[in-house]
């Protein structure tokens, strides 16, 4: 009983990632020209105000945007832009940023 409440759980906390689906990288680049002003060009931002999207997993990129678009997530900006995605261009900017590689940020000393 305990083992079925926890497999039931797992996938009620998984079910937001679930409906993810493949993007095409390579349309996502040409997607993301908006993105780069923020982000960078591959995702690798170097303001620290903003996030890097490089490297990160496709299905959190697309549960961040679908959030910023259906206002569960607040931004004035990120929600201004994913308010006018579909599903389609958000799975494929998540497929090209996700497929680019993070760089590290230090953090400043104090």
Same mark, same amino acid.
């Given at each position: *009983?305990? #083992?079925?409440?926890?497999?039931? @759980? ?8 679930? +409906?993810?689906? &493949?993007?095409? /990288?390579?349309?996502?680049? $040409?997607?993301?020209?908006?993105? /780069?002003?923020?982000?960078? &060009? ?8 903003? =996030?890097? !999207? %490089?490297? $990160?997993?496709?299905?959190? !990129?697309?549960?961040?945007? #679908? ?10 900006? *990120?929600?201004?832009?994913? +308010?006018? !995605?579909?599903?389609?261009?958000? /799975?494929?900017?998540? %497929?090209?940023?996700?497929? $680019?590689? @993070? /760089?590290?940020?230090?953090? =400043?000393? =104090?």
């Amino acid at each position: *009983m305990i #083992k079925r409440n926890l497999i039931a @759980g797992l996938l009620v906390a998984i079910a937001p990632f679930a +409906s993810v689906s &493949a993007g095409d /990288a390579a349309a996502g680049e $040409q997607k993301a020209a908006t993105c /780069a002003a923020c982000h960078g &060009a591959d995702g690798n931002s170097v303001a620290a105000s903003n =996030p890097i !999207l %490089a490297g $990160q997993y496709a299905s959190y !990129l697309e549960f961040a945007l #679908k959030s910023y678009r259906n206002g569960s997530r607040q931004n004035a900006i *990120m929600s201004g832009f994913a +308010s006018q !995605l579909s599903d389609e261009d958000i /799975a494929d900017l998540a %497929a090209w940023f996700s497929s $680019q590689k @993070g /760089a590290l940020r230090t953090a =400043p000393r =104090p």
